[in-house]
């Protein structure tokens, strides 16, 4: 097609290293009004030089889709926010994230809530922006109303979840939430660790990581996950175990999907390339609730990966001030018990993961599958976001998968500089992120969407 026939709204982007849904070759992908129209042979469809982009060697990836990021906004802007959270996804090849219920100011378990967030993240968004809703004591009359206003389900904490407006349900309030959420063909999502293990375990402050470790033992998920099976077992409710960290609960996921449990199960990269062992004594940016365990265990999370036991691997990112995380460069005092627990990764996810996937044998067709298609399916997006496909959003991502970088919090959007990847070198960098077929810049103009579950 010569160019004056092009429509405006037309590109090609040209990549020896397309990463579709049946594996990665070479291929022409002609974008048309935001969605992907053709996929072709490298090289076949004639444009002029102003349609063209011409990757070469390096890759094109479907953009990935993060289900589980913390904006904080409204209420607790200073920890994170709508603009400085998208443009460190956009950065970091992120098209779609899904922000979840807490530590926002309301919460969104109500739809007052969630109409408080959609309206302040308007014109701040630079990529796609979904909502979880929240299920906790004592609203199980809003998880309706929520859900028919477009959240993707609703998180709840087995355990106390660190901010006092979102509290954690007991076991009669998660049998009555997840009875409505099968009532109403939701998804529950849950913070799986159990109090009274927890409450049990040897409660060490201080600035030793094993002392941490030691106090959110495997069996705290173990045990949640048992107990929060059987309820999903009893009530038919879709489950979603968040942030995996113990391999101690695999079994357990093996045994409810053959039982027909309806159960899906995320990890995190940080789970998955840090490990105890590496974690400096006063280092509280590594601190997340569960905890990274030792590397036994990580190992374990890659088989579980390997054998598609993951539907997802998903930031968790979960930042707040400096000063909540007791940092010694701030002046704080490093005690793991008191620092806020959760970390900042959100821009840093792809190449976490790539850097530690390629040492393990595993091809980008894999991190796709489990950074973008999987989260993609888990709420419902497959079909217009997650791959690289015909009549998909043109959400992609240009990625070279031998560039190197060295972490310099400091050059991150994250709204505060603290990341356990500071001073590490990880492989792969993103080079261009589109958004529905236009290229993010974000020192432009934010054209972010907000999404709704759609029925
Ligand atoms: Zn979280």
């Keep these: 097609m010569p160019l004056s026939e092009l429509p405006v709204a037309t590109a090609v982007i040209r990549s020896r290293r397309v990463v579709l849904p049946d594996g990665e070759r070479p291929a022409d992908v002609l974008v048309r009004d935001g969605k992907i129209e053709q996929i072709a042979a490298h090289g076949s469809l004639l444009v002029g030089d102003a349609h063209l982009t011409d990757l070469g060697e390096v890759a094109l990836l479907p953009g990935l889709v993060d289900t589980h990021v913390h904006v904080n906004e409204p209420g607790r802007t200073e920890w994170e926010g709508f603009a400085t959270a998208t443009r460190a ?6 098209t779609t994230v899904i922000d979840m219920p807490l530590n926002s100011i309301p919460p969104t378990t109500t739809v007052a809530g969630l109409d408080a967030k959609r309206k302040i993240a308007e014109g701040q968004a630079w990529v796609d922006l979904g909502f979880w809703g929240g299920a906790i004591p004592g609203n199980t009359g809003d998880l309706e109303p929520l859900h028919e206003a477009g959240v993707f389900g609703f998180k709840s904490f087995l355990a106390p979840s660190g ?36 409450e049990a375990a040897p409660q060490q402050p201080g600035t030793h990581y094993r002392d941490f470790l030691a106090s959110r033992p495997d069996d705290a998920e173990a045990a949640a996950v048992a107990r929060l099976l059987d309820t999903a077992r009893r009530t038919g409710a879709r489950v ?80 707040s001030t400096p000063d909540l995380k007791l940092l010694q460069k701030y002046g704080g005092s490093g005690d793991f018990a008191k620092a806020w627990g959760g970390i900042a990764s959100l821009q840093l996810g792809l190449p976490a993961i790539w850097t530690e996937a390629r040492k393990r044998g595993h091809d980008l067709s894999d991190v796709v599958r489990w950074m973008s298609a999987g989260p993609a399916s888990l709420v419902g997006l497959t079909g217009t976001k997650g791959a690289i496909a015909v009549g998909h959003d043109a959400d992609l991502v240009a990625f070279d998968p031998d560039g190197e970088f060295a972490v310099d919090p400091d050059a991150l959007h994250h709204r505060n500089p603290v990341t356990p990847y500071a001073g590490k070198t990880l492989t792969g960098t993103v080079q261009t992120t589109w958004l529905r077929g236009r290229v993010v810049d974000v020192d432009a103009e934010p054209f972010g969407r907000q999404i709704l579950r759609t029925r």
Excluded: M
């Design 163 to 198: 901010v006092d407006e979102f509290p954690h349900v007991e076991a009669a309030d998660l049998e009555a939430a997840l009875t409505e959420q099968a009532r109403i063909g939701a998804l529950a999502i849950i913070h799986a660790e159990d109090p009274a293990v927890l």
């Design 240 to 319: 979603h175990i968040l942030h995996v960290s113990s391999a101690a609960v695999l079994p357990l996921l093996a045994q409810a999907r053959a039982d027909g449990v309806q159960v899906t199960a995320e990890t995190c990269p940080h789970y998955l390339t840090l490990a105890a062992e590496e974690v400096p004594d006063g280092d509280t940016a590594f601190k997340c609730c569960p905890p990274i365990r030792d590397e036994s265990n990580r190992d374990l999370l890659w088989a579980a990966l390997a054998a598609g036991e993951f539907v997802a691997i998903v930031s968790d990112h979960s930042p």
């Design 89 to 94: 996804a956009a950065a970091g090849g992120v």
